[in-house]
């Protein structure tokens, strides 16, 4: 595939607003998971809520309205609106129509309609407020962002579970080489929920203790919301700070939501992102996994990953840091992927005690300088057997 430049990226998780915070806690190895808060459980478990305020929606846009649209925007114009400023240059460069957007979100705006409901049952009304199409819908987001930056282009949500915003950042690449765009928004938003809480609590899969991916002893996740956003062009600019070369993805259907023992489907999406950047599986320097933290998860992904790479290759999950941010996971995780280039490093695994002696891979227990990184993968796997992984380069290569 032709290298797509990434000219700007930003996120918004538990750790902080923006770039900066989150990398502080990827070097300093600081977990931001804490018992729930903002929503009422009956059961313990550890969560990663953004607990920062969230910006307000403006008047002529307010049927979007939503935890999740306000995430969005925190994200567009934290640390001085750099995401913002980079989308609007973008749209002068190739107009606005050339300029598409491509949300990948799990819950999108359920939490909204899950308080309508609470509304309607002590009161017997909706709330006035409360506007299903443009709250609830996956493609809400997707289209509160279009608005909000006044583009043209193509809009649309994907949907996959937890490979939702890997996915998207993928569609994007092919909306540009396809000559649809020359530039797409892409990434993933997703927010807190009852939905989302009780029903991994109802799989058994929610930790009571933050979690602890590729521990030996883990024993579930921890839920965390966020938003990742990143912008694809066709050319470089001043701001271009790394290239995304490659991607795989894949179905395997094994179950409704266990992994593939042997990890087939995920060890297919690497095999496949590897192909296309035209690379062998020694040319990476680091992968970000998709260490959720339950026990059939990391196994698959760590064979998966036994059957590819080198023992020696560095490798760690950071939802001990973030939580599990579900739809919004793979852009967030981008990021992750995409400060280790920037930065030269490659983050440590929070909250590890000992490493699972099954995997034959370099787990990182602490952060580790990679001064001559220049790939980089991101795994991002969900229920149904619905996988992606992703590779950016430092610099754009010929693919």
């Given amino acids: ?29 600081r977990s931001s998971l804490k018992s729930a808060r903002m929503i009422k459980l009956d059961f313990l478990t550890y969560t990663g809520e953004v607990e920062s305020a969230l910006p307000e929606v403006r008047d002529d846009l307010k049927s979007y309205d939503a935890r999740n649209a306000r995430l969005a925007l925190a994200a567009l114009d934290c640390e001085d609106g750099m995401f913002r400023k980079a989308v609007i240059a973008a749209a002068a460069r190739y107009g606005a129509e050339r300029v598409g957007v491509i949300i990948g979100t799990s819950t999108s705006g359920i939490y909204e309609t899950e308080l309508a409901y609470q509304a309607d049952l002590s009161t017997g009304m909706l709330p006035e407020a409360f506007d299903f199409k443009h709250q609830h819908a996956w493609v809400a987001t997707a289209e509160f962002l279009k608005k909000e930056l006044e583009l043209r282009g193509p809009c649309y949500a994907i949907s996959t579970a937890c490979s939702s915003s890997g996915k998207a950042i993928a569609a994007g690449q092919r909306m540009i080489e396809t000559g649809i765009c020359d530039a797409v928004v892409v990434g993933g938003v997703d927010s807190m929920c009852h939905l989302t809480l009780h029903g991994f609590h109802s799989l058994e899969l929610t930790s009571e203790q933050p979690c602890t991916p590729l521990d030996q002893d883990r024993n579930g ?57 035209g690379l062998q599986a020694g040319a990476i320097d680091y992968v970000n996994l998709h260490a959720t933290g339950t026990r059939l998860n990391d196994q698959s992904e760590m064979r998966a990953m036994a059957s590819l790479f080198e023992s020696t290759t560095p490798c760690s999950g950071s939802k001990g840091m973030t939580g599990h941010t579900l739809g919004a996971a793979g852009a967030v995780e981008a990021v992750i992927t995409l400060l ?11 909250g590890i005690r000992h490493v699972d002696s099954e995997f034959n891979n370099r787990v990182l227990t602490e952060p580790v300088q990679l001064p001559d990184i220049r790939y980089v993968m991101n795994n991002n796997f969900g229920f149904g057997g619905n996988n992606v992984s992703l590779i950016f380069a430092k610099e754009a290569t010929d693919g």
Avoid: N, W
């Fill in 340 to 350: 280790a280039l920037e930065h030269a490093f490659a983050p440590g695994t929070c």
């Fill in 1 to 29: 595939m032709q290298p797509l430049f990434v000219t700007a990226y930003t996120v918004v998780t538990a750790c902080g607003m923006g770039k900066k915070p989150l990398l502080d806690a990827l070097l300093k190895q």
């Fill in 221 to 277: 996740i921890s839920l965390g919301e966020g938003a990742g956003l990143l912008l694809l062009e066709r050319e470089a600019t001043v701001d271009t700070s790394a290239s995304l070369v490659g991607y795989g993805e894949s179905s395997d259907a094994y179950h409704m939501t266990a992994p593939h023992p042997e990890g087939a489907g995920s060890a297919q999406a690497m095999r496949s992102a590897l192909a296309m950047a």
